[in-house]
């Protein structure tokens, strides 16, 4: 009897370490994120992560990609990041962390499902199309008196003091659209843009508002801005440069364990797969960006297809993005200064 009741408890024992153990395992764990999407959009993540990972803490860290950069730079000199994954605004910072040894490579279920480039040892995978685009207030201009191109953007006299684009020192996408126009133009774009007196914006508000106001005729902005603007009861209406329009795909990238911040790496994995799953990039979708799934109907906001705008887009080379970015930002900096 006595061994019966023994052995009782011994199982009993080893039920309840079964039971303690798969509690552990489905521990709530915390996953930060940095990423350089707008507050109302990581609003819209927020609220669709909670109902496929209630038991996940997903915390978002808001910054332009130019102070994200700056932020893991000096994260690095550390010791360790503040992050277990990154979504920036463009590639070629993901070919910088790559080199670095400071990413987790892996193969997503989802990555055959893409229509975008991805780094097929699974370091970095797009997962949102910002588009650099044109934009106009058809209240204060007619689109005949307008540019039709990033060209006549920077060569319009008509459009002297009256035109404006994000700071690319801060801008990750701004950054990429100069350097697709330096490709295609040459520096002598960046003098073109210097003889318009460019205004440079420190966030997309200001822009916005001066466009709504007339003080801007045109400006170059990220196409979700205007989309956004327009589902607030803006009219202001998007100009599909005939010259390309830059389609910059936002890479997400997993932090190596070595690195990352709450070294969730299981969890990380999974975070990637969906935000490049159906369910993922329908959220995306509705936060006024383009799917990167080539099987994926919907575009944000009824704006132009995906595959239509991808026909005549401006290629950016994101390996001069990233070897070239300083020089870049330096020339243009130097048009400003000397403007007159």
Known sequence: MKKIILLTLILLM?????????????????????????????????????????????????GGTGRLIHRVATERAAGRLGCDILMVAEPAFSLELKENDLLHRYISKEASNLAFEYDTEGYWYPVRINNMVLAFNPAKNSRESLPSSFYEFANNANLRNAISMRNPSISGTSLAALIALRDKYGYEYFNALGRQNINIDYGTEGALSKLESGEYKVIMILEESILQSREKGSNLEVIYPTDGTIMIPS???????????????????????????????????????H???????????????TSEIRINSMGVNWESSYRQKDEVVDRFDEVLTNRR
């Open 14 to 62: 080893a039920v309840s370490s079964a039971f303690a153990g798969g509690s552990k395992d489905r521990s709530i764990k915390k996953v930060t994120i940095y990423t350089s999407m707008y507050q109302e959009v990581i609003e819209i993540m927020e609220k669709e992560l909670k109902k496929y990972f209630p038991r996940y803490l997903i915390e978002f860290v808001y």
């Open 291 to 305: 799917s990167v799934r080539n099987d994926f109907p919907k575009t944000p906001n009824n704006s132009r297809p």
């Open 251 to 289: 890479n997400i990238m997993i932090v190596n364990n070595r690195w990352s911040a709450n070294r969730n790496t299981r969890a990380a994995e999974e975070l990637v797969d969906w935000f490049l799953s159906e369910a993922g990039q329908s959220a995306i979708v509705s936060g006024w960006m």
